[in-house]
């Protein structure tokens, strides 16, 4: 039995659905993340944000906080990738700061959208890779190559 308790912290920005009047609450969003931490045995140590959405990701008050943050954590927790925003380049700037930190970057909605599975992805590659390789696997890939 894994014993060990993570520790997250998590960031939330009111997030606008284009097109819509819908907006997903900073609250709503930590609704989410505290329910997400209680189910999976996380301990979120802290929760930051920004009042409103801007372009500029990097030089958002609560991103800047989020990533120096002065306490331990294996990951960040957001209810939405695109909470800090929908362009990739812009997303795997955020993703390299934060695995800096020697975390990474956990969606607690699973969504299909393309920065969503950008994150995905990158996780799955590197998971795999790190992943012992057994004789079974060596031979899928002798017999694949």
Same mark, same amino acid.
């Given at each position: 039995?894994?014993?060990?308790?993570?520790?997250?912290?998590?960031?939330?920005?009111?997030?606008?659905?284009?097109?819509?009047?819908?907006?997903?609450?900073?609250?709503?969003? /930590?609704?989410?993340?505290?329910?997400?931490? #209680?189910?999976?045995? *996380? +301990?979120? $140590?802290? @929760? =930051?944000?920004?009042?409103?959405?801007?372009?500029?990701?990097?030089?958002?008050?609560?991103?800047?906080? /989020?990533?120096?943050?002065?306490?331990?954590? #294996?990951?960040?927790? *957001? +209810?939405? $990738?695109? @909470? =800090?925003?929908?362009?990739?380049?812009?997303?795997?700037?955020?993703?390299?700061?934060?695995?800096?930190?020697?975390?990474?970057?956990?969606?607690?909605?699973?969504?299909?959208?393309?920065?969503?599975?950008? @994150?995905?992805?990158?996780?799955?590659?590197?998971?795999?890779?790190?992943?012992?390789?057994?004789?079974?696997?060596?031979?899928?890939?002798?017999?694949?190559?």
């Amino acid at each position: 039995m894994n014993t060990k308790i993570n520790k997250a912290v998590g960031y939330v920005c009111d997030v606008c659905l284009p097109g819509t009047d819908i907006v997903i609450s900073k609250a709503d969003q /930590l609704a989410r993340l505290k329910k997400y931490a #209680e189910k999976e045995g *996380v +301990e979120l $140590v802290a @929760v =930051f944000e920004d009042d409103s959405y801007s372009p500029d990701l990097m030089a958002r008050p609560g991103v800047k906080r /989020l990533l120096n943050a002065p306490v331990d954590y #294996e990951m960040v927790l *957001v +209810e939405r $990738v695109w @909470v =800090f925003c929908r362009k990739i380049k812009k997303i795997e700037e955020v993703l390299d700061a934060i695995e800096t930190n020697g975390a990474r970057l956990i969606a607690t909605s699973y969504l299909w959208d393309c920065p969503s599975q950008l @994150v995905r992805h990158r996780y799955a590659r590197r998971d795999e890779a790190a992943a012992p390789q057994t004789a079974l696997n060596q031979e899928e890939f002798r017999l694949a190559g």
